[in-house]
Nanobody, 118 residues
């Protein structure tokens, strides 16, 4: 089992920045990849970014490329999402997730809310 706790959400104006954190505990060695997702009211959950924990490969959804940066602190079992140049359409509940394989996400956090005002 892996437990995930997100933090760092808040309310910012458009153009501002936030850094989300996801503290992982438990059997973190089982993680092949970690990622961030988001879900806005009335919309489906959307994948945002992934980092493969071993080789460090990183992927982003097109809408956040150049503005968001995913990173990991292996020593502290923490995943980050630096979000710059935030837009109102970035507002959502943000979740981190762990995948024990490259084809499924196995564990999810409870989410942290991001609000962006125009």
């Amino acid at each position: 089992q892996v437990q995930l706790v997100e933090s760092g959400g808040g309310s910012v104006q458009a153009g501002g920045s936030l850094r989300l954190s996801c503290a992982a505990s438990g059997n973190t060695n089982s993680a092949v990849r970690m990622g961030w997702f988001r879900q806005a009211p009335g919309k489906e959950r959307e994948w945002v970014a992934t980092i493969y924990t071993g080789i460090g490969s990183i992927y982003y959804t097109d809408s956040v490329k150049g503005r968001f940066t995913i990173s990991q602190d292996k020593a502290n079992n923490t995943l980050y999402l630096q979000m710059n140049s935030l837009k109102p359409e970035d507002a959502a509940m943000y979740y981190c997730a762990v995948g024990r394989t490259s084809s499924q996400w196995s564990y999810w956090g409870q989410g942290t809310q991001v609000t962006v005002s125009s």
